[in-house]
């Protein structure tokens, strides 16, 4: 399976940026739907966006539509996630996701990274 690491994350006030990244490794990144979920403190992991192999389709959560963009470099066999105007709700543990669909079912992803922390201070 492909083996996925994340990075990026960090400290940001309210009104901020931040770009993840998540770097696929063992097979290649082009094979898979790429998918990013966070999860809070207490609550379950939810689907925030994902791409498809090619980079032409994506998809968000309504809760990060028009803020969040997901894009992919295949060549360096890289997810980024550019979060922008963020907000203390969106204070997760971000996760990277390969799966072989776009689909937003956390069950339908088979390979899955050990997660970045993003805090969004008011």
């Known amino acids: 399976q492909v083996h996925l690491v994340e990075s990026g994350g960090g400290l940001v006030q309210a009104g901020g940026s931040l770009r993840l990244s998540c770097v696929a490794s063992l097979r290649p990144a082009s094979r898979y739907v790429l998918g990013w979920f966070r999860q809070a403190p207490g609550k379950e992991r939810e689907f925030v966006g994902g791409?498809?192999?090619?980079?032409?389709?994506?998809e968000y959560a309504d809760s990060v539509l028009g803020r969040f963009t997901i894009s992919r470099d295949n060549a360096k066999d890289t997810v980024y996630l550019q979060m922008n105007s963020l907000k203390p709700d969106d204070t997760a543990r971000y996760y990277c996701a390969a799966g072989p669909a776009l689909v937003r079912t956390r069950s339908s992803y088979v390979s899955w990274g050990q997660g970045t922390q993003v805090t969004v201070s008011s």
């Open positions: 791409i498809n192999r090619s980079g032409t389709t994506t």
